[in-house]
């Protein structure tokens, strides 16, 4: 059964810091993997998609990294910012496209 | 704009009653939507995928006579908690998944039942 971990549960940061989130996985066999961000009482915003074949993805400050064979994935944020305060999520779809296997997230603080 | 649209997005309940969300995909026909509920500091747990035209496939652990799931057309499908209870009160989230298998998520509905 496909487990998701996300390291660390919690992160507080000064504005400016470049910061690194982790997402592992246990069976590789997956179809894509995407990080989301989730603001309190709101719901879900996809944030980067990365597909099995893929290594990286990039988006503004934030770059995305995908180890298949390793299990792991890294979301990196350049130069952050206290708008960056949230909890993000890494989820792993499975190589059917049949389930949605989520991280319990990373609460991030950004400080001004 | 929004490619899956879910409402409500707030409702309180009284215990005992029944409460409806409804979750639409906008942009595209989705054969497949799936269903989650998150509880306070707990990861999103998938609690049934939704197909459209067929039964409903429930994780172990998810009532489906408590957990009720319509798919009756290609754009809308429905989670109805039936005699919802205060442990009930939690984030419930749908998803939709294209052709490419990009993951859409509706904006989610908080059930709050006093």
């Known amino acids: 059964k496909q487990e998701v971990t996300q390291i660390p549960a919690a992160l507080s940061v000064p504005e400016g810091e470049n910061l690194v989130l982790n997402c592992s996985f246990t069976?590789?066999?997956?179809?894509?993997l995407q990080w989301f961000r989730q603001d309190p009482g709101k719901g879900l915003t996809s944030l980067l998609l990365?597909?099995?074949?893929?290594r990286e993805q990039t988006s503004g400050r934030l770059n995305a990294s995908l180890d298949k064979s390793s299990g792991r994935s890294t979301l990196y944020i350049a130069a952050s910012q206290p708008g960056d305060s949230a909890t993000y999520l890494c989820?792993?779809?499975?190589?059917?496209?049949?389930?949605?296997?989520f991280g319990k997230g990373t609460t991030l603080s950004v400080s001004s | 704009g929004a490619v899956v649209s879910q409402h409500p997005s707030w409702v309180i309940c009284k215990s005992g009653t029944s409460v409806k969300i409804e979750c639409r995909s906008l942009?595209?026909?989705?054969?497949?939507m799936f269903w989650y509920r998150q509880f306070p500091k707990q990861s999103l747990m998938l609690m049934a995928t939704?197909?459209?035209?067929?039964?409903?496939?429930?994780e172990q652990g998810v009532e489906k006579d408590k957990f009720l799931i319509n798919h009756a057309s290609l754009t809308l499908s429905t989670l109805t908690v039936t005699s919802a209870h205060p442990e009930d009160s939690s984030f419930y989230i749908c998803?939709?998944?294209?052709?490419?298998?990009?993951?859409?998520f509706g904006e989610g509905s908080w059930l709050t039942v006093v």
């Open positions: 989820a792993v779809l499975n190589q059917a496209g049949t389930a949605l296997i």
């Open positions: 069976d590789s066999a997956i179809y894509n």
């Open positions: 990365i597909q099995s074949s893929q």
């Open positions: 942009d595209f026909q989705a054969t497949t």
């Open positions: 939704s197909n459209e035209g067929s039964k409903a496939t429930y």
């Open positions: 998803s939709t998944r294209n052709s490419g298998n990009t993951i859409y």
